[in-house]
């Protein structure tokens, strides 16, 4: 079964870089598309990046050029590097599960983090 726990959240400045990792303590990691989403206060989740089991990548257009998600199946970690930050990038980041990577990107997922908080400041 897999378990999921993000890493690395905290303060950046606009224009600094961060990276975030999930983590899979179930060590199912190798079976699933893997993804990030993230939410603002008062707005709805949305999807940021996916991978899937064999390193196919997929962005959103908010985020395309400037973060990378990418994972190592034998750590059964997945990072999303985050570049030139904005304070609109400001919010909740959660790593999400699911079979299919087309599953991740439509939201439907079988598996959620707890989410960590990603501030930036300008």
């Given at each position: 079964q897999v378990q999921?726990?993000?890493?690395?959240?905290?303060?950046?400045?606009?224009?600094?870089?961060?990276?975030?990792?999930?983590?899979d303590s179930g060590r199912s990691f190798p079976n699933y598309a893997v993804?990030?989403?993230?939410?603002?206060?008062?707005?709805?989740r949305l999807f940021v990046a996916g991978v899937s089991w064999n390193g196919i990548t997929s962005y959103s257009d908010s985020v395309k050029g400037?973060?990378?998600?990418?994972?190592?199946?034998?750590?059964?970690t997945v990072y999303l590097r985050m570049n030139s930050l904005e304070p609109e990038?400001?919010?909740?980041?959660y790593c999400a599960a699911a079979r299919q990577l087309s599953l991740?990107?439509?939201?439907?997922?079988?598996?959620?983090?707890?989410?960590?908080?990603?501030?930036?400041?300008?």
């Open positions: 999921l726990a993000e890493l690395g959240g905290g303060l950046v400045q606009a224009g600094g870089s961060l990276r975030i990792s999930c983590v993804g990030w989403f993230r939410q603002a206060p008062g707005k709805e400037r973060f990378t998600i990418s994972r190592d199946n034998e750590k059964n990038d400001t919010a909740v980041y991740v990107q439509s939201g439907q997922i079988e598996y959620w983090g707890q989410g960590t908080q990603l501030t930036v400041s300008s």
